[in-house]
């Protein structure tokens, strides 16, 4: 049996909590693709009240923490050291759409580091979890991220940019030299699970732009637990102010950044 510390525990139980009532307003999506009015602002109140349980779950476990969350924006606690950082929803344009990828994403702060996070995908029942020096899970399991050195083999998460996201003029030749050096590219639509899949060795990289702190905080625990790295796209170290994200494996790091930055390996 895995052994997880309070704080792990207290993220993995909200998120259960949160995802019950999640889970049930995903089965009444399917039935709002009809109506006229269609599903947006059903999964606006969901999204509030997943983010309203995970508020309530966290905050009765630490009084004390602050937070950051997607809805509610930031909410300074008694110890300033100490925050969360919130996503009750990670990939609602999927959840609109019936489609089932979307994740709730929970990280921990501490004097200004990322010291734990948790990915819980509520359809397929994944948790993903890490915590700093203690790796990182799924489900129980000890999880590490891929062991393919050959960039040939390699396949790749990104976000492609949507109703002109500023900032991403760079985005076709990135992907064309990625396509061409790679086993393929993927599209789904979630920032925190393609990190999680990162972490779990499924794709070999990551990368993306114009990304939110809620996003990809926890995600971030996830790779460097499971023995990969991560840094913004143009290398540098402020992913959550920046919102930008390369993450992938140790070998394939530097490659991936090459192949975004400049359009070769
Ligand atoms: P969301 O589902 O919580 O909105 C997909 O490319 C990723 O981008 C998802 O993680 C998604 O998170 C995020 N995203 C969607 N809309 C965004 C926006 N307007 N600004 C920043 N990130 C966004
Ligand atoms: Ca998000």
């Known amino acids: ?12 139980g909200a998120a259960r909590k949160a995802a019950v009532r999640l889970k049930r307003d995903y089965g009444e999506v399917d039935q709002l693709q009809v109506s006229r009015k269609g ?10 009240r997943t983010e309203k349980i995970l508020r309530e779950e966290l905050g009765r476990a630490r009084p004390d923490f602050g937070f950051l ?14 925050r969360w950082i919130v996503d009750p929803v990670d990939g609602t344009t999927n959840f609109v759409h019936g489609i089932a990828h979307f ?44 062991a393919r050195q ?22 076709l030749p990135a992907m064309e030299a990625v396509m061409n050096h790679s086993a393929g590219i993927r599209r789904f639509g979630s ?30 625990v996830l790779v460097r637990e499971a023995g990969g790295l991560v840094s913004e796209v143009n290398g540098g170290s402020g992913m959550l102010s920046s919102g930008s994200i390369l993450a992938a494996t140790p070998a394939l790091h530097g490659t991936l950044g090459n192949l975004v930055r400049r359009g070769e390996p």
């Open 150 to 171: 050959s960039l040939a083999e390699s396949l790749f998460a990104t976000g492609i940019p949507f109703k002109g996201r500023k900032g991403q003029d760079n985005f």
């Open 103 to 146: 994740a709730i994403s929970i990280a921990l702060e501490e004097d200004g580091e990322l010291t734990a996070g948790i990915v819980f995908d509520p359809i397929n029942e994944l948790m993903f979890s890490a915590e700093k020096g203690a790796g990182a899970m799924l489900n129980d399991r000890r999880i590490r991220v891929s």
């Open 69 to 82: 969350m997607e809805e509610s924006g930031e909410e300074a606690g008694s110890d300033a050291a100490k």
């Open 191 to 220: 920032a925190a699970l393609d990190l999680a899949y990162v972490a779990a060795g499924r794709y070999e990289g990551y990368w993306e732009n114009g990304l939110q702190a809620w996003d990809i905080a926890a995600g971030i």
């Open 39 to 48: 599903p947006a602002d059903f999964v606006t109140a969901a999204d509030i």
């Open 1 to 12: 049996m895995a052994s997880y510390s309070a704080n792990m525990n207290v993220m993995m």
